[in-house]
């Protein structure tokens, strides 16, 4: 099946050309999310590898209801807006209610609908209106043949600007593991499909309140999934992981980023 191609900013997506997902988990301050931003553009015009920057304005999907959750929806989104025209950079941030879909949409110009959601009819047709591409990731529990139902939830909204995203499958408890079949299975169903190289190490709830992670396979595991096929790779990054407000036992480290993609390029080529 011939793959859909489209646009997310000025970035072909379906195109060959490889690209990158990438900011930290949640929006934290103004001086994080600049200081993350600045690197980034750096890497991608050494690399020349285009990137969309993610970060989340709220997180819904907590375990522990003391976790931090957003330093407020209209603070973080104005952030992401300043970042979108400071670095001239497209901005994808995910929503956990139908009724966000258009408020996001006045900022983002990719809507992602989290794993734990995907299967949520209404919150998938209500960004799929938006008219914005959609990237849908992979529920932990969801069979990769099962996404192309989830994806054609949005084409029958006139939408097919879709991307699954594969973040890693439930193996017992507290743990994630790969299944790096999901990708090609997934890249049947003609829509593109990107890696989450990030949230593929979390170790959910391992650590009582909040999750853990193995960040120390982030790249061989990024690494095996360009080996196999995909179309990006979705990295969340942080100038100091364990300061992090969310996820920091799974996010790298920024200054580890350009090597990282140094890297994978290699295996790209």
Same mark, same amino acid.
């Given at each position: 099946?011939?793959?859909?191609?489209?646009?997310?900013?000025?970035?072909?997506?379906?195109?060959?050309?490889?690209?990158?997902?990438?900011?930290?988990?949640?929006?934290?301050?103004?001086?994080?999310?600049?200081?993350?931003?600045?690197?980034?553009?750096?890497?991608?015009?050494?690399?020349?590898?285009?990137?969309?920057?993610?970060?989340?304005?709220?997180?819904?999907?907590?375990?522990?209801?003391?976790?931090?959750?957003?330093?407020?929806?209209?603070?973080?989104?104005?952030?992401?807006?300043?970042?979108?025209?400071?670095?001239?950079?497209?901005?994808?941030?995910?929503?956990?209610?139908?009724?966000?879909?258009?408020?996001?949409?006045?900022?983002?110009?990719?809507?992602?609908?989290?794993?734990?959601?995907?299967?949520?009819?209404?919150?998938?047709?209500?960004?799929?209106?938006?008219?914005?591409?959609?990237?849908? %990731? *992979?529920?932990? @529990?969801?069979?990769?043949? +099962?996404?192309?139902?989830?994806? $054609? &939830?949005?084409?029958?909204? #006139?939408?097919?600007?879709?991307?699954?995203?594969?973040?890693?499958?439930?193996?017992?408890?507290?743990?994630?593991?790969?299944?790096?079949?999901?990708?090609?299975?997934? %890249? *049947?169903?003609? @829509?593109?499909?990107?890696? +989450?190289?990030?949230?593929?190490? $979390? &170790?959910?709830?391992?650590? #009582?309140?909040?999750?853990?992670?193995?960040?120390?396979?982030?790249?061989?595991?990024?690494?095996?999934?360009?080996?196999?096929?995909?179309?990006?790779?979705?990295?969340?990054?942080?100038?100091?992981?364990?300061?992090?407000?969310?996820?920091?036992?799974?996010?790298? &480290?920024?200054?580890?980023?350009?090597?990282?993609?140094?890297?994978?390029?290699?295996?790209?080529?």
């Amino acid at each position: 099946m011939a793959e859909t191609k489209f646009k997310i900013g000025e970035i072909e997506i379906g195109s060959g050309k490889p690209f990158i997902i990438a900011g930290p988990c949640v929006v934290e301050s103004k001086e994080i999310a600049f200081a993350t931003a600045e690197k980034l553009k750096i890497i991608s015009q050494k690399l020349d590898i285009p990137f969309i920057y993610k970060s989340s304005y709220i997180k819904a999907n907590r375990q522990s209801g003391k976790s931090f959750a957003t330093i407020g929806v209209d603070k973080a989104l104005k952030i992401l807006a300043d970042v979108k025209s400071q670095f001239n950079v497209p901005i994808l941030t995910d929503i956990h209610k139908p009724d966000e879909a258009d408020m996001a949409a006045e900022v983002a110009d990719c809507l992602q609908i989290p794993a734990f959601l995907c299967r949520q009819t209404e919150l998938v047709l209500a960004a799929a209106k938006t008219g914005l591409p959609l990237n849908i %990731k *992979k529920g932990q @529990f969801m069979a990769p043949e +099962d996404m192309s139902e989830i994806a $054609q &939830k949005a084409v029958s909204e #006139g939408n097919n600007k879709v991307i699954l995203t594969e973040r890693g499958t439930t193996f017992g408890y507290h743990d994630l593991i790969v299944d790096f079949r999901s990708l090609v299975i997934m %890249k *049947k169903t003609g @829509f593109p499909v990107i890696f +989450d190289c990030t949230h593929s190490v $979390q &170790k959910p709830g391992a650590k #009582g309140g909040s999750s853990g992670g193995s960040p120390e396979f982030i790249l061989p595991l990024a690494k095996a999934a360009v080996a196999v096929g995909v179309d990006g790779l979705f990295i969340e990054t942080h100038p100091d992981p364990q300061k992090a407000k969310s996820d920091k036992n799974c996010q790298l &480290k920024l200054d580890l980023l350009e090597d990282m993609i140094r890297q994978v390029l290699k295996v790209w080529k």
